[in-house]
């Protein structure tokens, strides 16, 4: 198993610019989450989906951000119009229907707007 | 999710043991304890988790106190490779999904 993959790696935009991140959860896992890892802030939860459909979205931080999962392999997380403090470290985890197995994370995407 | 307590960093040497406690003074007798860890530029990995009996698996060992109320972490045989921040999160297995990291203890092992 590949893992939960994320792209792209690296991003760097202008501020203003639409920014599009991608995940593709591990193959059988129900739940997927994006979190947001910054210095200040560490580790923020901002949406989970289970099996494709948002569940709980009250960490995305602005109208700004949106999220959407397609279909079982595939998620995206948009940020229009892009700002510097949006600049994090975006991560992208997926689990089983069982929670006591723990979360897979990817690698991250490290996005700075400048 | 109950509040943990790590310290914030530690070294180990080599091929020697590395023993992470944490505390947990207020956990909930539903709550597990899991870990996790974050090497520099990677995303967290789940390392192991336990309820009250001591867990082991291929990565470590989870020694958790009668009371509950601490637990360690162990690294039989650490490497290079350990180096990272480890992560003592209290939580159940029900109920709202945001994993709360904390600080975590950055463990750096000593060639």
């Known amino acids: 198993d590949a893992g939960v993959i994320q792209s792209p790696r690296h991003e760097v935009t202008e501020m203003g610019q639409e920014v599009t991140l991608r995940c593709k959860p591990i193959?059988?896992?129900?739940?997927l989450f994006w979190y947001r890892q910054t210095m200040m802030r560490g580790l923020e939860l901002l949406i989970y989906?289970?099996?494709?459909?948002?569940?709980?979205d009250s960490g995305m931080p602005e109208d700004r951000f949106s999220a959407k999962m397609p279909n079982a392999s595939f998620s995206t997380l948009k940020i229009q119009p892009s700002e510097p403090r949006d600049s994090a470290v975006y991560f992208c985890a997926s689990r089983t229907s069982d929670r006591a197995l723990g979360y897979t994370f990817g690698s991250g995407t490290r996005l700075t707007v400048v | 999710d109950a509040k943990t307590t790590q310290p914030p960093s530690m070294d180990c040497a080599e091929g020697r043991a590395a023993n992470l406690p944490c505390n947990h003074s207020?956990?909930?007798?539903?709550?597990?304890v899991y870990w996790y860890r974050q090497i520099h530029s990677q995303g967290p990995q789940y390392i192991i988790h336990g309820l009250k009996n001591n867990e082991t698996n291929e990565m470590a060992s989870l020694i958790i106190t009668e009371d509950r109320k601490s637990s360690t972490l162990i690294l039989p045989h650490a490497t290079l490779r350990d180096t990272a921040v480890y992560y003592c999160i209290a939580r159940s297995n029900f109920g709202n999904e945001k994993l709360t990291f904390g600080t975590g203890t950055r463990l750096t092992i000593i060639p």
């Open positions: 207020t956990i909930s007798g539903n709550e597990y």
């Open positions: 193959s059988g896992h129900d739940y």
């Open positions: 989906f289970n099996n494709n459909v948002p569940i709980d």
